[in-house]
């Protein structure tokens, strides 16, 4: 998707420890066509403004399952949509991720998941489809998944590694606010 394609309307990213972050979404459904449809491009738009690899629609606002991917958004974008994500499958051999995350700002962390995962959801077109993931991908997706169950990548991390990681946070928000 070039700049120039890129047109959609710019959704606010939630920032922890924000309590919308903590709900989990609700599945979507055909009465849920329409918004989903128009939410797409804003979260893609506002995936790739942040920048972002990675946007579930709860970081937004939204409390429907939806989430979108996009891990070449600077060489050649390959987006992905997901509705009403589901891992069906996991590989019981383990990988560790840096992660970071557009709702844990300037905040990263190595996570530990399943180094592989299968996971089936609905596509933009509401077409059943089923995706075998592994390496970046499997880290993204199950990443995004937990944020549809009001999981953060920092709920992976020790209580200790935790905690550091969200005083930085709280106290860079607390600077940036300062600023303004």
């Keep these: 998707m070039s700049d120039t394609e890129r047109h959609a309307p710019l959704l606010p990213i939630l920032i922890c420890p924000d309590p919308k972050l903590r709900r989990h979404a609700r599945a979507v459904t055909q009465a849920d066509r329409d918004e989903v449809a128009a939410l797409i491009p804003s979260m893609f738009e506002t995936m790739y403004k942040a920048p972002g690899i990675g946007l579930a629609a709860p ?26 994500p ?8 383990t990988a560790v991720q840096e992660e970071g995350c557009l709702s844990v700002p300037e905040q990263y962390a190595e996570v530990v998941r399943p180094a592989r995962v299968t996971v089936r959801y609905l596509d933009e077109q509401w077409q059943k489809r089923e995706l075998e993931a592994e390496g970046l991908m499997a880290a993204c997706v199950q990443h995004e998944i937990d944020h549809l169950d009001g999981v953060l990548f920092v709920d992976h991390l020790s209580a200790l590694k935790r905690n550091i990681l969200l005083r930085k946070l709280a106290k860079a928000q607390k600077d940036l606010a300062g600023r303004t």
């Design 86 to 93: 589901e891992i069906i499958g996991a590989s019981a051999e």
């Design 59 to 84: 970081q937004v606002g939204k409390l429907l399952r939806v989430v979108t991917i996009d891990l070449a958004p600077e060489k050649t974008p390959q987006p992905i949509v997901l509705i009403n």
